[in-house]
């Protein structure tokens, strides 16, 4: 009992020296560039709100994604590496693999797949809200793993996730649902909250059901993102417009 209790000390420690940089590496991937675009691009604040609000919607779709797509794929690297973060729930070990990144260049990479893009978007069309998305995906990723590692570890939660425990650890028996940690916004788009009846352990799925399964994939994947780019759209439209009127009054008058 001893040596399972010092193996969980020595694990938690190392952990959350992971988790602390994690966060770091986060806001200096996406707050800081947040800033410097705010400086060298001023936007009304309109525009970083709406930046903002596109960033989150963003990250919880790339959550998604990632998480079922990548995460949960057996073959690849960290398909490999997630599935020790099954494997260890209630284990000694369970804290080396409970943060989202296994270090801060596995951080700083998901800012730069997701940021460059953005980035690149918004200098191409003027557009003045990557400030604001950054700093939003840098808000989510750091509440996303401190709430997931709560979950995982019992820490404290604020009551309005009294049901994010649940929820999360429901995919831990059932890994092909809620990919979500605690925000299901494309859980419920997609229908995976963990109601699909199972087929029979050990039947083999027959040729339908693989092609089936894997159209459905192909078909949310397109669906995703195509969500996320009309939420993009919207909310430039709702917020850009006005400011365009008034930089023509301003110009005008």
């Given at each position: 009992m001893g040596t399972a209790a010092e193996t969980f000390g020595i694990s938690l420690n190392g952990a959350q020296r992971v988790r602390l940089w994690n966060a770091v590496t986060a806001a200096f991937c996406g707050v800081l560039p947040g800033l410097v675009l705010i400086r060298a691009y001023p936007a009304r604040w309109r525009l970083l709100v709406a930046g903002f609000l596109i960033g989150l919607v963003w990250s919880?779709?790339?959550?998604?994604?990632?998480?079922?797509?990548?995460?949960?794929?057996?073959?690849g690297t960290l398909g490999k590496g997630h599935l020790l973060h099954?494997?260890?729930?209630?284990?000694?070990?369970e804290p080396e693999h409970v943060t989202f990144g296994s270090s801060?260049?596995?951080v700083a990479m998901i800012f730069v797949v997701n940021g460059?893009?953005?980035?690149l978007l918004d200098r191409a069309f003027n557009l003045r809200i990557a400030a604001g998305?950054?700093?939003?995906?840098a808000v989510y990723f750091i509440i996303t793993e401190e709430v997931h590692w709560r979950i995982h570890l019992g820490g404290w939660l604020p009551a309005a996730l009294s049901a994010a425990r649940d929820y999360h650890l429901a995919h831990h028996d059932r890994p092909d649902a809620r990919f979500n940690v605690f925000l299901?916004?494309?859980?419920?788009l997609f229908g995976n909250l963990?109601?699909?009846?199972h087929s029979p352990v050990g039947r083999p799925r027959q040729v339908s059901s693989r092609v089936s399964e894997f159209c459905r994939a192909a078909t949310e994947g397109v669906l995703v993102y195509s969500y996320l780019i009309v939420a993009f759209i919207l909310f430039w439209c709702s917020?850009?417009?006005?400011?365009?009127?008034?930089?023509?009054?301003?110009?005008?008058?």
């Open positions: 919880n779709g790339f959550e998604y994604a990632y998480h079922r797509w990548i995460l949960h794929w057996p073959k099954h494997a260890t729930l209630n284990t000694p070990y801060p260049f596995a460059i893009p953005v980035i998305m950054l700093i939003g995906f299901p916004i494309f859980d419920l963990g109601t699909e009846a917020f850009s417009t006005p400011t365009r009127r008034d930089e023509k009054l301003r110009n005008s008058g």
